[in-house]
């Protein structure tokens, strides 16, 4: 840690190169970005068809049917809330318990944070089979039913999350109203109205940090809060494989899995495409990989809990169900996520030649993928193993295999998420300029962003 | 005491062509009677021959001139009768506490409960308010049929989730489903332990004339793209003081239904009336899966002495 605060004099960048460095990606938006967003456009076009289509025929045709009621969208759903529960693992934990390494890349996590948790909420109205009733939420809401308190929620943490996204960005919205002189007009006007006139003066770090301190403090019940009431939608009901105790914990240590994962990749490709080198370093892809490895322990635990358990007893239903997941239907997928999701990356991680950026943005890969599927399992499979036996219906309804439409959709709300983090980087700095510029033991930040810059 | 009529009389089938005529259904008739006499004044009473008998809104027999009729109907408003049938279909019927048993020795997988089902409610062949399974609980023990409706639980998970109020429990017991107000998220069918419920995933199979019924929530029709469906204890039917549909329809003597209040049900084969808790009692009656804490309302009478022999619960099955 010590290296961190105290940088050595002769190694430090000059202002002026921070600036440049962190400054640029907002500039120029790259042939190779622009193909990017492009595809990504293509493909919610493509889902937005596939969506006006369901609004048109309704949700027949999903591969939904009676008994697999939920599938991909609610998957889609509780992945994305998953995702999003990073911005809190490493804004607010790693912030309040003093650890400092993070700080190049909070952004990052609450950027994904914010994306994600967005698409989440687009992705529960997705599944509705009558979103032109959702105002009969506020309407005629029943406060019995997890959904009105998951609503609540995800509405809080997004708030919250687009407020902790802002906040520490305020200096270095000042900062880019007075460095970045050659901006078009519209950028210069949204930083200058954003920046809220900020001077950098003590009095004002002083109130932004408080700010920041109490927001870190008020996010950590309501980041809770999402993903283990987002559990109980399944848990309160009395089915195998849902009717479970452990499911807020187990939800909440699987989501710091995906979305640390998420992270790392995110921090792979922002390297890569923004020449971040000098800003994510060795050091913080060595201690992602440890993060990773230490939240993927505890999740190995809960899984050992949440399936060991009823394994040894094996009463009915439990048992049909653990069946077809271990040996049966289900084996071969659950099987892949359990070992090439969580044991393999856990085992690569511990050794220091995988905490490297290109190895670590192949295994979150596969953590990541394996963090999709594993909601899926935990969404579909239970539904075919209901008290009674599934009789008198047609063979789709015993099957889930999601139709190209569900496919469409579902990937579109990714492409989303992915827009929303390709864009704002052509807006705003991915890397806080001003915490870096401070932990290179530069002040008056403001001030040294007002001079012209030096001809090179 | 609860007197439910076995059959319909000619003057009754009369009188259902006439509302249907008019573009009502049966269940209508008691709204009708109210807004006649609040938009008319007092209902004429009188003793021709052409009179008809209505159920008033307190479940009095009223004798209404079919002319009368006549011009209520062009009075009432769709939104009108659809405010009424809401506002009773919530309340339920007061004093009431509704109460099935299903004797498991008698099932022998005639369907024709099913049939008369799908046929009042609009369904599709896959769609079921109420479904004859075929189960075996143990190898060691014989297959016997079970029809499986809404159990109408007293502690209804699906309406404790709702997040709409779009499912609700009436006070005489009856969980409704109002697909006005669902928003068709599903939780519902997650939270019901019995998979009594259903989900309409694509336009239902109605003609126009169908679609265009003011929508009865105590029939749950007219059926809509989007929303839920589920057994209803056919609590159109109770209102006009006769057996839910599938207790009519069974051949078998399987079903018995009544009010718990007044300890009476009645078989919708044979007519006859006894004692609910005798019967339960008697027959070692019992409900299914009570350990979920669900207090269910139907009750099961167990598959001892069954008329269809082992041998013929395999071969229907297999035909299935």
Redesign the interface.
Known sequence: MAEVNSPSLTERKPLSQIFKDLITPIKTVSFSSKVWDRFLILIIIWGTFAYIHQLQ????I?A????S??GVYISNFVFLVAVSLVGFLLTAILKLTGIKWATPISRIAELVAVAAVMFAGLS?IV?????D??H??P????F?????WD?TVVNIYLIMSVIMLYLPMIPDLAILRDRYTDAPSWKKKLYTLLALDWKGTDEQYKLLNRANRIMMILIMPVALGIHTVTSW??A????TG?DSTIFGPYFVSGAFVAGTAAVIIAMYVYQRAYKLDAYITGKHWDMMGKLLVLVSLVYLYFNINEFLVPGYKMKKLDAEHIRALFVGHEAPLFWSVQILGMIIPIILLIFKPFRKPLPMMIIALFVLVGGWLKRFLIVVPT?FH?????????EN?MVYHPTLAEISITLALIAGVLLIMTWFVRLFPIIPIWEIAHEEGYHQVEEEAKKPESAE | MLEFTKSETTEKKDRRDFLKMLGLTIGAAGAVTTFTSTTLGATNLNSSKSTLSLIGPDGDLVEVDPAKLQMAEEIVSDSELLREYQRRGREGIPGKKWVMVIDLAKCQNARKCMEACQGAHELRPEQHHINVLRMQDTPDTAPYFMPKPCFHCDNPPCVKVCPVDATFKRQDGIVLIDNLRCIGCRFCVAGCPYSARIFQWSEPDMTEEEKLRTYDVELNVPQRKGTISKCLFSADRLRIGKLPYCVSACPNGVYWFGDKNEDAVTNGTTGETVRFSDLVRDNAGYTMHEEFGTKPQVFYLPAKDRRVPYDEANRMTTQN
């Open positions: 025929s309704g949700l027949g999903t939904m049917r009676d008994y009621t939920w529960i599944d509705m089979g009558r979103p009733r959702i009969h939420i309407l005629h809401g029943r019995s039913s997890p959904i009105v609503i939608l399944f309160v009901n009395s089915r849902w539904q209901p008290t009674f036996p599934i009789q008198n219906v047609p309804f």
